[in-house]
Structure formats: structure tokens, C-alpha cells
T-cell receptor, first 109, second 114 residues
């Protein structure tokens, strides 16, 4: 089975940088995904890492270290609209996703 | 990104009735779709994998006779909650993947069973 850990909540001010860590224990690992979910909405895809290293997409970056079973999502130049829940998810060989419990990010003015 | 739709977005029903939720991939074909449920302030829990043209694969603890899944075409999967009870009230979300890297989620269906 899969087990993922991420912090339950993070609070930061506008313009700040937030890093959300995710550690995982898996029986089969093919990649780490990150999703954003606003209250009442569906998850939206942010990034996917299959190989070690940093992937940058605009203000958001995602990092993976397979040897450490660890990844993180970096949110830069925080904006109020970034207040949401962020989930890391491990993909297995059958394309199934196992999600972490989610990190609630609150951005303050 | 790819678009996945769900219908209905919200449904209220009486206990004992059955509810059908549709999930469609609008601009790509999906041989595999996934169904999740999510309780308030909780994570997404995978219920089953919907396979076009074959039986769905259910996760441990999910009753296949309770949650009927039909994947009749490459763009449509349906989840039917049979004989719904209040404890089935939840947010049901489907997803479909256009490639091996991404899963796109539908907007979700909020089910309330009275």
C-alpha cells in the first residue's frame, strides 16, 4: 500500500514563499503529483515528477528525490488566490493515485 | 488542459433511492477513469478503476454491489450509488488521464442523502 505524509496547514503572507513537503512509503512508485483544491471545488493538476530534480512551472515548482522518498511543492510570490488545499499523490504502475491528507495553505494580506 | 465533466453537480435524494453520476472526457478518449470520494476537509479516497469494455476494479473495502460502475464508451463512465443511505453522502469525483503523467478531475458531484 501507499502512505504519504504532508503538513496539515501552513500560513504565510502575500509575496512570501511556501514549501510543502511530502514523504511517502510505497509498494510501487512511478511518480509524484501535486494537486490544488479550493473549497468546494475539484482538484486541479499542478505538476508531476517521475525523475529526480526540480520542475518549474511559473510561480510553482516541484521537486523529487526518489532515493529519499521525498518531494516538495514550492509556492513563490504567494497571492491570496493561492489559499487552498494542496495534495501530494503517488502514482503506481496502474496509473492509480494515492493521496496525502492535504495541506491547507492560508495566505494573509 | 484536458476537460472532464460530471453530471449532476449536486443531488439530493431520499434514503433507499439510487443515484447515477456521469463522468465524461470531453476532448480525449479515456480507456481508464477513476472514481473517488471525499469527505469534508479530508483527502480523496480512490474507490475504483473504471475500465472501458470490462469490469471495474474496486479498492479494498468498497462494495461493488453498492457502487455500480459502467464504462460503456471511451468518453463515458457512470457511477450508480444503489439504495443510498445518509452515510453515502459525500463528494464524488471522477478523473481521467490523457497521458501517463496527468489525471484530470471532473468538477465533482455533491450527494446528500436524506
Amino acid at each position: 500500500g501507499q502512505s504519504l505524509e504532508q503538513p496539515s496547514e501552513v500560513t504565510a503572507v502575500e509575496g512570501a514563499i511556501v514549501q510543502i513537503n511530502c514523504t511517502y512509503q510505497t509498494s510501487g512508485f512511478y511518480g509524484l503529483s501535486w494537486y490544488q483544491q479550493h473549497d468546494g471545488g475539484a482538484p486541479t493538476f499542478l505538476s508531476y515528477n517521475a525523475l529526480d530534480g526540480l520542475e518549474e512551472t511559473g510561480r510553482f515548482s516541484s521537486f523529487l528525490s526518489r532515493s529519499d522518498s521525498y518531494g516538495y511543492l514550492l509556492l513563490q510570490e504567494l497571492q491570496m488566490k493561492d489559499s487552498a488545499s494542496y495534495f501530494c499523490a503517488v502514482r503506481d504502475r496502474d496509473y492509480k493515485l494515492s493521496f496525502g491528507a492535504g495541506t491547507t495553505v492560508t495566505v494573509r494580506a | 488542459g484536458a476537460v472532464v465533466s460530471q453530471h449532476p453537480s449536486r443531488v439530493i435524494c431520499k434514503s433507499g433511492t439510487s443515484v447515477k453520476i456521469e463522468c465524461r472526457s470531453l476532448d480525449f478518449q479515456a480507456t481508464t477513469m477513476f472514481w473517488y470520494r471525499q469527505f469534508p476537509k479530508k483527502s480523496l479516497m480512490l474507490m475504483a478503476t473504471s475500465n472501458e469494455g470490462s469490469k471495474a476494479t474496486y479498492e479494498q473495502g468498497v462494495e461493488k454491489d453498492k457502487f455500480l460502475i459502467n464504462h460503456a464508451s471511451l468518453t463515458l463512465s457512470t457511477l450508480t450509488v444503489t439504495s443510498a443511505h445518509p452515510e453515502d453522502s459525500s463528494f464524488y469525483i471522477c478523473s481521467a488521464g490523457q497521458d501517463i503523467e496527468t489525471q484530470y478531475f471532473g468538477p465533482g458531484t455533491r450527494l446528500l442523502v436524506l
